[in-house]
């Protein structure tokens, strides 16, 4: 008998071609709103959270459907992504749980993780979250981002926990898969920074000391015209720009970057193809690097908190911790640093451990 899966996904609006900055600043407002807001409302968000869902629309066997499909008869399971970012105040809606868990036996999350905060770790979670984590793991193994998050449900007593890294490694499901340098030349810089600060949990004072520093790092290469830069952005960008100014960090400061280098995908396939165009990528953002190794760009990424940092030891990507960005070196000196060696080694077993991952637990590939 055929297994039925779900896959919570609110879908892709991959008609609409890439659009730079400088193209949407000269849009009327109400253009703007009508491809951001009413086009497509839900796909309007974090590229880099659409590329996890649009990998595993990608990779599984799975008829995809929105978060709030109203559920009518049996689903052998569902697999969503919506838990890879828990914070420790998120609020547990029981009703919408209970009547997916009535109709469905398993509930897969790909992969979880929990937020972290720099200075204090994630703080205890809710009795409640506890209760509805516990209630998942009962059904099915839970595939967690990293050690760090496995560590975290034992000591909450959930030991039916597995380290599967993150989905999105997986796009192209090639377990021969490899970054290769093919220049020693660096002409064109892919970059992705965070600016999302009022999410951070970060005081000014810290986001000035650990993120500055490579922030006007690419404004001066921007500056001096020595390399073609290429940035990704990973929200809207009327979004970017309102979250800069969160910080009282004049927009005027950054506008020229953005309009001259900054693009908003709206299907992941067009960021891979459009990144491989560079010859390197650094940032410190996780996946708007992932995009870069997708698309066979060397990259380096710069951890910003333990939870990339483990993602980056966990599949060897090669990485400096932002506290060890020198914005005195070259960007060359950082390319070097981009050396894929261990990952060409490491990627064939990672691959094998999320196949076998999602073999027990009843996830069909397109393998």
Request: glycine content about 6%.
């Amino acid at each position: 008998m055929a297994f039925k899966t779900y896959l919570f996904h609110n879908g892709d609006y991959e008609k609409r071609s890439p659009l730079t900055f400088k193209e949407c600043m000269a849009l009327k407002a109400g253009e703007l709103a009508y491809i951001f807001h009413i086009e497509a409302p839900y796909n309007r968000r974090n590229t880099g959270t659409y590329l996890m869902t649009d990998s595993l629309r990608k990779t599984i066997k799975a008829e995809c459907i929105p978060r709030f499909f109203e559920f009518t008869g049996h689903a052998d399971s569902v697999v969503t992504n919506i838990l890879h970012r828990i914070g420790s105040t998120l609020e547990i809606d029981f009703p919408y749980w209970d009547n997916i868990l009535k109709h469905v036996d398993k509930v897969i999350p790909l992969s979880l993780g929990f937020a972290f905060d720099k200075n204090r770790g994630i703080a205890p979670l809710s009795d409640d979250l506890v209760r509805f984590l516990k209630i998942l793991s009962e059904r099915v193994e839970l595939g967690v981002r990293g050690e760090y998050d496995a560590d975290t449900l034992n000591k909450c007593g959930i030991k039916n926990a597995r380290v599967i890294g993150c989905p999105s490694l997986h796009y192209h499901l090639n377990r021969d898969f490899k970054v290769i340098k093919n220049t020693d030349s660096v002409k064109k810089v892919h970059i992705n920074f965070s600016t999302d600060f009022g999410n951070l949990g970060l005081s000014q004072k810290d986001f000035f000391h650990q993120h500055m520093p490579f922030m006007w790092y690419v404004l001066n290469i921007f500056d001096r015209k020595s390399y073609e830069l290429d940035f990704s952005l990973q929200k809207p960008p009327f979004t970017e720009a309102s979250d800069i100014g969160t910080i009282l960090l004049s927009y005027g400061e950054v506008d020229r970057l953005f309009m001259e280098c900054g693009r908003y995908y709206f299907s992941v396939k067009d960021w891979i193809e459009g990144i491989r165009e560079n010859d390197f990528s650094i940032g410190t953002r996780f996946h708007g690097n992932i995009a870069a190794i997708l698309a066979g760009v060397p990259t380096l990424m710069i951890n910003i908190d333990k939870r990339m940092k483990e993602l980056n030891s966990y599949y060897k990507i090669p990485s400096i911790d932002i506290e060890d960005f020198d914005p005195n070196k070259p960007i060359e000196y950082y390319y070097e640093l981009a050396d894929y060696s261990e990952f060409n080694k490491n990627f064939a077993s990672t691959y094998d451990d999320y196949v076998d991952y999602c073999r027990k637990n009843g996830v069909e590939l397109n393998t």
